[in-house]
């Protein structure tokens, strides 16, 4: 027996059957923790919004009228519920104190090319976090799951220049950072 395709699992559920939407998690469970896991770079967030997601298209569904493909529609509300955690995250950050009382970092740093790239990818992972809420949206669905314009311009509803914009000045902020980040080590 042949997979169902994403339509027909929408049908059966829209007509009561509770399986076929367990079989649409199943399906983009794993790619929307990732998603939301770039947005988020933490993994308890992830999972939180990866629930989140799932409970409104769980609400929602009922209604899905296919005017977009169901990938796409999923991929807007996880973008949507990522970058309001994000918000969410930001503020409690603001207002927190404790960070003005961490001591600094003093673990015996022995550079080897495992500990570099770890570096590295946190440093790329600060630099994506201080993009604009916009910019890193394109960023994130362009570099790491690299979607076309033309499917992030219909997730995040914008036009394709614009987008394109967007990452060109994403790429130029991370570059910026990264470099000054170098700067300081030396």
Not at 72 to 96: C, G, M, P
């Amino acid at each position: 027996m042949s997979p169902s395709s994403d339509a027909e699992l929408i049908k059966r559920f829209q007509e009561g059957d509770e399986a076929a939407f367990n079989e649409l998690i199943l399906r983009y469970q794993e790619k929307i923790y990732w998603l939301a896991r770039r947005f988020s770079n933490d993994h308890d967030t992830a999972d939180e919004i990866v629930q989140e997601v799932f409970v409104k298209v769980y609400e929602a569904l009922k209604g899905f009228r296919g005017e977009s493909g169901f990938y796409t529609w999923l991929y807007r509300i996880t973008v949507n519920a990522s970058l309001n955690a994000v918000r969410k995250r930001r503020l409690r950050d603001f207002f927190r104190i404790d960070d003005v009382f961490e001591l600094p970092d003093t673990r015996d740093a022995m550079p080897d090319e495992n500990v570099e790239k770890e570096e590295q990818r946190l440093l790329i992972e600060q630099a994506i976090e201080q993009l604009p809420e916009k910019q890193k949206a394109v960023f994130v669905l362009r570099y790491y799951d690299e979607l076309s314009y033309e499917e992030i311009a219909a997730i995040l509803k914008t036009s394709v220049g614009g987008l394109k914009a967007n990452y060109f000045h994403a790429v130029k902020k991370i570059g910026e950072f990264l470099k000054r980040a170098h700067a300081t080590r030396t």
